[in-house]
């Protein structure tokens, strides 16, 4: 065993150069959420886990600033750099405290600067890792004026945040209180050029990433129920703007409003993925032709009605970004489709996109009468495809084809693979009921592509 004098010193974390003291602390930034709300929450462990090592990042940051004035100094940008809380009571405390320091011009050395330079990064969620949950404090008596006093603070923190790169909000918008009427006009036009006099609009200059999901009082009984087309229209003033998460978004009551969101460039958008809605589809396809070059498209319906016509300008509405899609998830399971009688298939090939690599579909997409398609999936899929899903209902009133239908066009798909689609690795079905497929495993097996049954719950 070494001597102590022969024992090498050790190296404390001031002996360290400036450079390498920064390194190490960028390693205690936040880690960002990549879903909203409602999705993350149904990976509670995962998403809880997250939340506590934000919290011990913060603490460990917090720490070292009480260390020394270099460390504090080094450490201070990174402390400020994220900023997650919860809309509780608990989490109360920490915006009322954050939204205080970031107001307050400090003196930093010999430099004057606000911390609020420092905010990249704006998330709230409704519960956390410790048990606090806003539901569960909603029997409070003064719990309505707390969160409408959290989601002001809130937007007035982003207002006061001018390098803002990424914002992931949770919020309830009712007629007694929003987060998202303190971020935008008061009034909206059709023209978002025109200018509200006494309004301070928040630019989102060097805005990255928008993950928002909008709660609302209920839904089509909302008078305020022009959020959609609000914030589409005011995210026209984010020119960095790469991807955009939407969760919970409803129609738009004003036609002319919605239709105003056709116009709004979106040049530099390459994700948009819209989950839980309840948008027309022609709302949809306007969005998508508002944007140029999108490279992962998501649309999942919460419920829609289609009265009259069925969805087929879905596909092509995405043409625009034929050449650049690599992959596409449409979930229309929850589309009602009032008709006389089920549509011919109501997606067209998918050949056009020749870079789309994934593709995620709900089993209509097969269907050519009620009962039965005699085409074969092959045909409508583009060789470039190397992930396959297909999305079945959880009962039969919207299936087309029976069980014996639907196992041909998969064995039809297996036989195709070598030669039509070269490139596909991988089949899933998501099923909610029991589905026997030991002949389509060894099929795809022998054709090189891995076949799996997903069993959905309800």
């Not at 003291?21 to 909203?36: F, K, N, T, W, Y």
């Not at 990424?166 to 998202?180: G, Q, R």
């Not at 738009?252 to 809605?277: E, N, Y």
């Not at 067209?348 to 997409?365: D, G, H, K, V, W």
Request: net charge negative; glycine share 2%; aromatic share 10%.
């Amino acid at each position: 065993m070494m001597d102590d004098e022969k024992m090498p010193p050790c190296m404390s974390l001031l002996q360290l150069p400036d450079e390498l003291l920064l390194e190490i602390m960028r390693h205690l930034d936040s880690l960002r959420a990549s879903e909203p709300q409602a999705i993350a929450m149904s990976k509670l462990k995962e998403e809880r886990k997250r939340q506590s090592i934000n919290q011990e990042r913060r603490l460990a940051l917090h720490s070292l600033c009480l260390t020394s004035r270099r460390l504090r100094r080094i450490a201070t940008p990174v402390l400020y750099a994220s900023f997650t809380s919860t809309s509780t009571w608990k989490g109360m405390e920490h915006l009322t405290l954050f939204h205080r320091t970031i107001s307050t011009e400090v003196h930093l050395g010999e430099h004057r600067s606000p911390f609020s330079k420092y905010v990249r990064y704006i998330e709230n969620r409704f519960s956390d890792h410790l048990g606090n949950n806003l539901y569960d404090e909603t029997e409070e008596y003064d719990t309505i004026q707390m969160i409408a006093r959290y989601f002001y603070l809130l937007a007035e923190i982003v207002k006061l945040a001018p390098n803002l790169q990424h914002l992931c909000v949770v919020s309830l918008d009712t007629e007694d209180m929003s987060f998202w009427q303190f971020i935008l006009p008061p009034a909206l036009a059709v023209d978002p050029a025109i200018e509200h006099a006494g309004v301070s609009h928040v630019s989102f200059s060097k805005l990255e990433t928008l993950c928002f999901q909008v709660n609302t009082s209920s839904y089509r009984h909302n008078t305020r129920n022009d959020w959609y087309a609000r914030i589409v229209l005011t995210m026209k003033s984010a020119p960095l703007l790469k991807e955009v998460q939407v969760c919970g978004i409803e129609s738009d009551d004003d036609p002319s409003a919605a239709s105003a969101t056709s116009f709004v460039p979106f040049k530099q958008l390459r994700r948009l993925d819209i989950t839980k809605c309840f948008l027309k589809i022609e709302e949809v396809v306007d969005l998508w032709r508002a944007c140029e070059g999108l490279r992962h498209v998501t649309c999942e319906w919460s419920y829609l009605d289609c009265m009259t016509e069925p969805p087929f300008g879905l596909v092509p509405g995405l043409l625009n970004h034929a050449e650049t899609l690599e992959t596409l998830r449409l979930d229309l399971r929850e589309v009602r489709l009032d008709l006389p009688r089920p549509p011919k298939r109501l997606f067209n090939s998918f050949r056009a996109f020749i870079n789309l690599q994934s593709l995620t579909i709900c089993e209509r997409f097969t269907s050519d009468d009620h009962y039965t398609w005699e085409g074969r999936i092959a045909d409508l899929l583009p060789v470039s495809l190397e992930s396959l899903t297909i999305l079945r209902y959880e009962d039969g009133l919207f299936e087309f084809g029976c069980h014996d239908d639907r196992t041909r066009n998969l064995r039809h798909l297996a036989e195709d693979c070598p030669t039509a689609l070269p490139r596909l690795k991988y089949v899933a079905v998501h099923d909610f009921l029991e589905f026997h497929a030991s002949e389509l495993r060894c099929l795809f097996s022998d054709a090189g592509v891995q076949f799996v049954i997903v069993r959905e719950t309800l």
